[in-house]
C-alpha cells in the first residue's frame, strides 16, 4: 500500500495541501499521515526545557488532529498524524518520507516568491 505524507502548519496554505492531499489518497486508497513539524532539536544543549518542548509537541499535535479532520471520505484506519520535532520542517518530512517510503509529499505553497 502506498503511503501520502501531508506537511502542515497552521495556515490556510495547509488547507490546500490536505485537500490535493484528500483527494490523491482517496483516488489511489494510499495511507496518509499528517505530518507537523515543530522547531525544536533533540540534541541536548544548557537551554533546554522538556516544558517548552511538551507545549510545542501539544501545538502540533492540536494543529494535525485539525487538519486530519478535513480528510473527509478517508476511512480513520489510512489516516495516521506524526509529529517531528526539528529545527527544519523540510527536513523533519523529508526523514519521515524516508523512513515512511512515502510515494508522495504534499505541502502548501510557501508565502515567500522566489526573490524572498
Do not use: Q
Amino acid at each position: 500500500m502506498s503511503t501520502v505524507i501531508i506537511g502542515v502548519d497552521a495556515s490556510e496554505r495547509s488547507e490546500d495541501a490536505v485537500a490535493f492531499g484528500r483527494r490523491i489518497a482517496d483516488a489511489s486508497g494510499a495511507n496518509v499521515i499528517v505530518a507537523c513539524a515543530y522547531p525544536y532539536s533533540d540534541v541536548p544543549t544548557r537551554g533546554d526545557s522538556e516544558s517548552y518542548r511538551r507545549a510545542l509537541a501539544d501545538e502540533a499535535k492540536a494543529t494535525a488532529r485539525a487538519m486530519r479532520d478535513r480528510l473527509e471520505g478517508i476511512p480513520e484506519e489510512r489516516i495516521a498524524i506524526r509529529v517531528l520535532p526539528n529545527t527544519s520542517p523540510a527536513h523533519a518530512l523529508h526523514d519521515l518520507a524516508e523512513a515512511e517510503r512515502a510515494t508522495l509529499v504534499v505541502v502548501g505553497s510557501t508565502h515567500t516568491g522566489r526573490v524572498g
